[in-house]
């Protein structure tokens, strides 16, 4: 059971009373406790029976022993076989098995390995389990900071064993106090293992025991991240990894020192789990000291302890030496990453890297309030050196001291300022565009900050561009962030500008930066994924533009995905990036080329990929959201193939994707970019069930659809991106009603959908009308055929008035839908035709109204 911070609050009390008594009072006072507290009494009573364990190994630790107990002998000796290793020393031993240093026999390659060697007296299935789990999670992970797996199996004995890279270190606590590593080294250190731990959550592994022991430091400095044989992968329940796992043997897997809240307290592991260890490890590090008063004073702790402990401020623990080097930004850090609440420590190890990269950089971290104060003290202390310069140089001027030396430094110093403003601008760019952007990206309201924002990294972004010709790694950087303009300024999937002909401008000065890296390296990885992702954007902004040459682009994307997948170095994230990207294709291979069969193909592959990936890891967003996607696009493949009896399979199709995207909403609630493709996807299922005849679901989802558009734009007004489909969403409402008959409703919402898409930027209109079946003048034109059925009711004397009204209506209308079909006309202009045609059908009506009043 977890227990939650109002449980603790109940407890505690309870907990420091308890503490106090002796060992027959509290048995008493326990016996009371269950009638005061009934609901609160099984849990004390539990965790003091936890800490009296603690407090009896203290005692036992004392106790004198008569001699050393015996120790089994080892079932192995040094040049034994093992597979294709041959025994060579001893490294650990324990009751669990042993490690031995072994060297491959085989001839097939010549190394060292460390041999695991799991005990055959223990549960032979619960080893098998765990050496199947524990070389499954290595066999994904190839990382510098991670030791290899090189092998595994079973000897002809039954004996299974793991072949593991040998790494002849110390743990990194080791290493830095006894090579007095100096802080802003033991911060390095520190930054290879979320390296390593970053990749391991990158492929959905979560540590669960991270601790120093489990980091050793080669040589080299080298950072080597052992033992994922307590792992849990992202979706696997708690319980299933926890039963599967043998080091538990009646109690959970975890270091106590190490362990997050939540383990304790039986709550969900997360990536957050392996923040908070992170923390742990980090303060220990920079402090010498563990951040728990129990370790620090040499007695056990226990789970009630951890729970109960206040973390002190790290600085104020540490040494007078190094306590200045740690106050303020690490112990922030720190802190943030051992919040009690996984939801308040970093989201994730790059955001962890990154405030320790500002750190040492001297630039604000993101741990810390952002005041003026703080900020201001941080930039003065960041450019220290260009002040104190530039003062020189003043001075220098006013005195007219100015020799041959003097210039000779100067020279040498104004290059290195250079430099250093080169670099400046380099970061304040990506800063404007990345970091502070996508804070603000899917906040309600924003959209102003965002130009302001854009506009000041663009003129950064241009004056770099010009730098980068023999430089690949600054040329990648530059066009991630001309891709990333173009994002913010056409693409209708994100909170975009509405400018998309500036978005095309900045995804082709990303494309000239991409294709001469990959002429000068192919198989340049990160450049690669990058090269994707263009691609995609690019396709889809020539699309929207009305070019057919998008599905060039699209197809170009496909491939460049398929080719990652199958290189060294490939992640998970690259499945996920194959199928979303076949989707897309296979969407523009059914709309765009009309190539039913190639659509059909790339489609199924793509969600064949990503329900693999969905049933491997479940709680993983990113492949919800790519799997809602492909089945819409194939709901849509399935449509434009025209076949009326599939119609009912694509409709389900699209059923599925939206209660997919729904779920995806339920997990991030806060994010706006899956509720605005939720808009789309309802309005697309209302258009698709009408077609089919299906009426009232239509309305349902119309209604839907409507709904939640309005809520996006009560929050956030000004977005260009709601207001278009707001537009798409009224036009489908209107069609709707037209289809019930209900022709005047039909015909207000079609005057509003009409406004709303003249309002929008002239370069973003939607052509709604035309795209929608051109509705308003569907309306009106249902609205003259009922005025001329009105005429076929009167008498004859009256009826030639009424039918020449409604005749010229009818053709008027005609007319203003073939203009709208043919493009001949805009949004602006039909709004004013509609209103024409209106008051010609409130004319026809009123005389309808006289003659059967006669």
């Known amino acids: 059971m977890k227990i939650s911070p109002q449980t603790w609050k109940k407890i505690e009390p309870l907990l420091t009373v308890a503490l106090d008594m002796g060992a027959a009072e509290r048995t008493a006072w326990l016996v009371g406790l269950h009638a005061s507290h009934p609901e609160e009494a099984p849990l004390v009573a539990r965790m003091l029976a936890t800490h009296d364990r603690a407090e009896l190994a203290q005692e036992l630790e004392t106790v004198p022993r008569l001699a050393p107990a015996p120790q089994q002998a080892s079932a192995f000796s040094a040049g034994d076989r093992i597979g294709p290793f041959r025994l060579v020393r001893p490294i650990g031993r324990g009751g669990m098995g042993e490690v031995w240093l072994a060297e491959q026999a085989d001839g097939r390659v010549t190394r060292q390995v460390a041999l695991k060697l799991p005990a055959l007296h223990l549960q032979r299935g619960a080893w098998e389990e765990r050496f199947r789990r524990e070389r499954d999670i290595l066999a994904k992970l190839a990382h510098p900071n991670i030791a290899r797996l090189y092998d595994a199996g079973v000897h002809d004995s039954g004996q299974p064993w793991l072949a593991m890279e040998f790494v002849e270190g110390e743990s990194i606590a080791e290493y830095v106090e006894a090579h007095e590593v100096p802080a802003a080294a033991r911060l390095a250190l520190f930054r290879q293992v979320l390296a390593a731990v970053s990749h391991a959550h990158r492929h959905l592994v979560v540590h669960r025991d991270l601790k120093p022991a489990n980091i050793l430091v080669d040589g080299t400095g080298q950072v080597k991240l052992l033992d994922f044989g307590i792992a849990k992968l992202l979706g696997e329940s708690d319980a299933a990894a926890d039963a599967q796992d043998l080091t538990r043997l009646g109690g959970r897997v975890m270091t106590l020192r190490y362990a997050a809240p939540e383990q304790v307290s039986y709550g969900g592991i997360t990536t957050t789990t392996d923040i908070y260890a992170l923390g742990v490890i980090l303060h220990e590090m920079v402090t010498g000291l563990s951040p728990y008063r129990a370790a620090r004073e040499g007695r056990p702790l226990t789970e009630s302890m951890l729970l109960a402990d206040v973390t002190t401020v790290p600085s104020s623990l540490a040494p007078a030496t190094v306590a200045r080097s740690v106050r303020g930004d690490l112990d922030a850090i720190i802190l943030k990453a051992m919040r009690r609440d996984p939801a308040a420590r970093y989201a994730s190890t790059e955001l962890f890297d990154e405030d320790i990269g500002h750190h040492l950089d001297r630039r604000p971290v993101k741990a810390r309030a952002g005041t003026w104060r703080y900020l201001a003290g941080r930039f003065a202390v960041r450019h220290r050196l260009p002040i104190a310069m530039a003062s020189a140089v003043i001075a220098t001027m006013a005195v007219g001291l100015v020799v041959a030396e003097r210039e000779r430094r100067v020279a040498v110093t104004e290059k290195a300022r250079a430099e250093r403003h080169f670099d400046s601008v380099r970061k304040l760019a990506n800063t404007f565009i990345f970091d502070v952007h996508a804070e603000i990206e899917n906040l309600a309201g924003s959209l102003k900050a965002r130009q302001i924002l854009v506009g000041t990294a663009l003129r950064y972004l241009d004056s770099l561009a010009a730098e980068s010709r023999n430089d690949p790694a600054l040329a990648l950087e530059i066009a991630v962030a ?104 296979g ?203 009105g005429a076929a009711s009167l008498p004859p004397s009256r009826r030639l008035e009424l039918l020449k009204e409604a005749h010229a209506l009818f053709l008027a209308s005609r007319a203003f839908k073939q203009e709208l079909v043919d493009r001949r006309i805009d949004a602006q202009d039909a709004a004013k035709a509609i209103a024409a045609l209106d008051a010609r059908m409130q004319r026809c009506n009123s005389l309808s109204a006289r003659l059967v009043r006669r």
Do not use: W
């Open 482 to 585: 001309y891709r990333k303009l173009a994002e913010i300024h056409g693409d209708a999937r994100n909170a975009f500008l509405g400018e998309p002909t500036a978005a095309r401008s900045y995804a082709g000065r990303a494309a000239v930066l991409l294709e001469s890296i990959a002429a000068r390296d192919p198989d340049n990885l990160r450049a690669l994924r990058e090269h994707r992702v263009l691609a995609l954007l690019l396709g889809r902004l020539r699309i929207e533009a009305g070019d057919a040459s998008g599905a060039d682009e699209t197809h170009k994307a496909a491939g460049i995905a398929d080719r990652i997948v199958h290189l060294p170095g490939a992640e998970i994230s690259d499945r996920l990036d194959l199928g979303a990207t076949l989707a897309e294709y």
């Open 587 to 789: 969407g523009i291979l059914a709309v765009v080329r009309g190539d039913h069969a190639g659509a059909a193909a790339r489609l199924d592959r793509a969600i064949e990929v990503l329900e693999a990936l969905r049933r491997e890891a479940p709680a993983y967003l990113p492949a919800g959201a790519s799997l809602a996607y492909a089945f819409e696009r194939r709901a849509t493949a399935i449509e434009v193939e025209g076949k009326a009896s599939e119609l009912p399979r694509a409709i389900a199709l699209l059923e599925r994707s939206i209660a997919t995207t729904e779920g995806v909403i339920a997990a991030d609630p806060n994010n706006v970019s899956p509720r605005q493709t939720l808009v789309k996807r309802y309005n697309n299922a209302a258009r698709m069930m009408l077609k089919a005849g299906e009426l009232n679901r239509a309305r349902g989802n119309a209604a839907k659809a409507r709904a939640l558009v309005e809520q996006l734009l009560a929050a956030d007004p000004r977005n260009a991106g709601n207001a278009s489909m707001r537009a798409g969403v009224l036009a489908m409402a209107s069609d709707v009603e037209y289809q019930d008959g209900k022709f005047s409703k039909a015909a207000g919402l079609a005057r509003e959908a009409l406004a709303a898409d003249a309002a929008l930027p002239a370069d973003i209109r939607t052509g709604l009308i035309v795209r929608d079946n051109a509705a308003g003048a569907m309306t009106i034109l249902a609205a003259s055929n009922c005025a001329l059925a």
